[in-house]
């Protein structure tokens, strides 16, 4: 599976209780597992007034073992399975492996190789074309 950088924002306080919660942005690095797809009915109570879909996926974090002053992380293994929101997530991310240091380095990528491919090239052009018909 895909290997990607996402951002969440943490509680900068969770390790004191009773420090008023600060939120900041967080970078992880994650393998996706699974894709779940979550359909919402219409509740005027929850603000929801027609049903809405939401795209979720469930990944690996990785343990980041160790920083280089250059800005390269490295992990070793991954932790607990998590969901998340696919919104949060930035872009793609390689790796590479370390066999000196016995870990993995996540390369980030850049421009066009940040995007990513979820789908295959048929499938988009097929919801293309959909989407050109529909327009007329």
Not at 50 to 69: D, E, G, R
Not at 102 to 124: H, K, M, N, P, S
Request: with cysteine; charged share 25%.
């Amino acid at each position: 599976m895909k290997w990607v950088k996402y951002v969440q924002l943490v509680d900068k306080h969770a390790h004191m209780r009773r420090q008023k919660t600060v939120f900041v942005p967080k970078i992880f690095y994650v393998k996706i597992q699974h894709f779940i797809v979550i359909c919402l009915p219409a509740n005027p109570a929850l603000g929801l007034e027609a049903p809405s879909y939401h795209l979720l996926c469930t990944m690996l974090p990785c343990k980041i073992a160790n920083t280089t002053p250059a800005g390269h992380h490295y992990f070793n293994a991954t932790s607990a399975m998590e969901v998340i929101d696919v919104s949060c997530i930035e872009g793609s991310v390689g790796r590479v492996r370390n066999a000196r240091i016995g870990g993995w380095c996540v390369i980030e990528r850049e421009g066009i190789y940040r995007r990513l491919d979820l789908a295959d090239d048929d499938e988009l052009e097929w919801e293309a074309d959909v989407a050109l018909v529909v327009d007329r």
